[in-house]
């Protein structure tokens, strides 16, 4: 059985598992790319056989010209290595998974690593030991969803006022995905910006999500049923992520911005899980979330260039990544 195969199988019985690092997201996100895992365990019991799974790092691996590297895919918060629970209670024995973990990767040939950890990993300050870069991000997030009054007496002024201009306007869950990406398409184009990643990549993102019943497109509409906001929101058995939202500038004054913000929680609420807003470091859109009574959470990425020449030549690649 080979390391994606048991990793799969494994995968299913893990109850703290981010949805960005099961096989199915990682199936989704790299589609047409190889992704595989590296993984840890402890010494089998008995001989022939397969010990206790301690570590994983899954991982996108990319081509380009004469170099291998890792990087996040599309869409993809976090991931780096995971360690189970058991191991995360003890600080050496997440450092020793980490070390087993950079033996594999100094065996692949590597010219550039890349990845973002959880927030509170342990494993941030061993990589770091092992002569990894880090480097703090921050993501936005709601925790307590329980009582929707005090959460909307948390959110700013602004926020609050806008609410006010969006009674006019209303919440629907039927918006497809082909229609939401030629919303976001529109939205971006009229913003002189353009979508980083192809009507394919997120129609298959969708299609494996609604399978297992952990997505949906909330869009913010008048009263004739025209989108002025949308968000493709994922989930699970944690989190909410507000992972592609998307306003339509012509109607930035109409508050649809704060309504979707408000209806997305709703409906985290609903799931039992908290809220995220997965992102962002760009000050603008920070601003934005931290109006809605979010928290700052702290998480790291984790790099490293193992030669000297090719590492603004990856950094090209990761910008550039195929659509």
Request: aromatic share 14%; proline share 4%; with cysteine.
């Amino acid at each position: 059985m080979s390391n994606k195969e048991r990793y799969i199988e494994w995968a299913g019985q893990q109850e703290y598992l981010p949805v960005t690092m099961t096989p199915w997201w990682l199936d989704a996100v790299c589609a047409g790319k190889e992704w595989d895992v590296l993984i840890v365990e402890d010494t089998p019991s008995a001989p022939h056989s397969k010990g206790e799974i301690l570590g994983v790092m899954p991982y996108l691996l990319r081509r380009r010209a004469w170099y291998k590297y890792i990087v996040m895919p599309q869409l993809t918060q976090t991931g780096g290595i995971w360690v189970t629970p058991e191991v995360t209670a003890d600080r050496w024995k997440t450092a020793e998974v980490c070390r087993r973990i950079k033996e594999q990767m100094d065996t692949m040939g590597l010219a550039y690593y890349y990845q973002q950890y959880l927030p509170g990993s342990l494993c941030v300050d061993a990589m770091r030991a092992l002569g990894f870069r880090t480097r703090e991000r921050v993501t936005y997030r709601v925790e307590d969803l329980s009582d929707l009054d005090a959460l909307i007496a948390s959110f700013s002024k602004n926020k609050r006022r806008q609410l006010q201009k969006a009674l006019s306007l209303h919440a629907e869950r039927t918006m497809e995905v082909e229609e939401f990406y030629r919303f976001l398409s529109s939205s971006l184009h009229a913003r002189k910006r353009r979508c980083t990643y192809s009507r394919e990549f997120l129609l298959v993102l969708e299609r494996k999500a609604r399978r297992l019943g952990q997505c949906a497109i909330l869009s913010i509409c008048n009263a004739d049923g025209k989108p002025y906001a949308a968000a493709f929101l994922v989930w699970d058995k944690h989190y909410l992520y507000y992972l592609v939202p998307a306003y339509d500038p012509a109607f930035s004054e109409s508050g649809a911005g704060a309504l979707l913000v408000l209806e997305a929680m709703k409906l985290a609420r609903e799931k039992h899980v908290q809220f995220d807003f997965e992102g962002s470091m760009e000050r603008g859109i920070a601003n934005h979330y931290k109006q809605f009574g979010s928290t700052a959470v702290t998480y790291c990425s984790v790099e490293k260039s193992y030669r000297r020449l090719p590492a603004f030549f990856i950094r090209l690649c990761q910008y550039f990544e195929d659509k």
